[in-house]
């Protein structure tokens, strides 16, 4: 069956000029190298204002921080992001042009934090690159001009999945305080697109474009490596297994309404407004995975003034 009449318009050229692949791991290096040149070539060449390497509080790996935003004049607010990738691609080096602008558009700072990839590191060794480089931030971010008492923690993708496993281990930690979590369709769920799908009957209309249920499941796997799932239910390796979702950072979702991720990220937010968590969910009408990056289109302007919003209401601001 067919879905493209669902899809809107505005996607087809930048979907139209994709080029066919298949994951493996033989081409995964050929597949990193191949997207970051892509991504060098499109760039407008904004750069970072800073980038410094801070400690992995686990094992001493150097952790690249890319910093944007004006670090004089009073503490600004500021947002810590992880690019997404389906934890086997991307680099924080890839956003640098949309964390520039996001900074100015915000007046605040952005943090982008690298992570190691899977297979070759698989988890919690990702996971504890982002952990870590957020409690630099909260306890260091005060030197370079941030608000520590306002402070976002966002990602998309698999971003968004390591965003909302981060928020959920700074409050079983309570070292690191953030004012919310915006997550842009966070991959959550390791089970989705697999055997052990909690939904029977997949919805046929998710999951054809961009990222499919095969990448999915390829992504995941390289990220589990050897980890037994028994104590998974912490969340910190599928957010979506975590039990009780009480007491997390109040918390945004943006998705597609064509994303392979709908289902997880619909549900994520049900159980986290049961647990009386704080959340606002947008879902867009003819989105696919990404839909904002294709084009200038009115449902791309609708999700950069709702994020910002968002922002500015986690923030304390007067719109």
Not at 123 to 144: H, R, V
Not at 209 to 227: I, V
Request: net charge negative; aromatic share 12%.
């Amino acid at each position: 069956m067919n879905f493209d009449h669902l899809v809107d318009k505005a996607s087809w050229p930048a979907i139209n000029d994709m080029e066919p692949f298949e994951l493996d791991h033989a081409a995964l290096p050929a597949h990193r190298q191949k997207s970051l040149e892509q991504s060098r070539s499109d760039r407008l060449g904004y750069k970072p204002t800073k980038i410094i390497k801070v400690p992995n509080l686990y094992d001493g790996h150097e952790v690249e921080l890319r910093i944007f935003g004006d670090l004089t004049g009073d503490p600004k607010p500021a947002i810590f992001h992880i690019h997404g990738g389906g934890y086997i691609f991307g680099t924080a080096e890839n956003g640098d042009d949309d964390n520039w602008l996001m900074a100015q558009d915000n007046n605040c700072i952005i943090v982008a934090t690298e992570y190691r990839k899977s297979p070759e590191v698989p988890f919690p060794k990702p996971l504890e690159d982002c952990y870590s480089a957020l409690y630099w931030l909260y306890n260091e971010g005060a030197k370079i001009g941030v608000d520590v008492n306002k402070i976002i923690l966002t990602g998309e993708s698999a971003g968004g999945g390591l965003a909302a496993a981060t928020a959920l281990m700074l409050h079983d930690k309570a070292e690191i305080k953030i004012v919310g979590q915006v997550l842009i369709y966070p991959m959550s769920d390791h089970r989705t697109g697999g055997h052990l799908d909690p939904n029977s009957n997949p919805n046929p209309t998710t999951g054809q474009y961009c990222w499919t249920r095969e990448f999915n499941q390829f992504g995941w796997a390289a990220y589990q490596g050897n980890y037994q799932l028994e104590n998974a239910d912490n969340g910190y390796f599928s957010p979506s297994l975590r039990k009780n979702l009480t007491g997390i950072a109040p918390l945004y979702l943006a998705t597609g309404a064509l994303d392979l991720f709908l289902e997880e990220n619909m549900a994520y937010c049900a159980r986290a407004s049961i647990a009386g968590v704080p959340m606002e969910l947008h879902v867009y009408p003819g989105a696919i995975h990404g839909f904002f990056h294709f084009a200038d289109s009115s449902i791309a302007r609708k999700f950069y003034a709702d994020r910002k919003a968002a922002f500015n209401c986690f923030w304390g601001r007067e719109q």
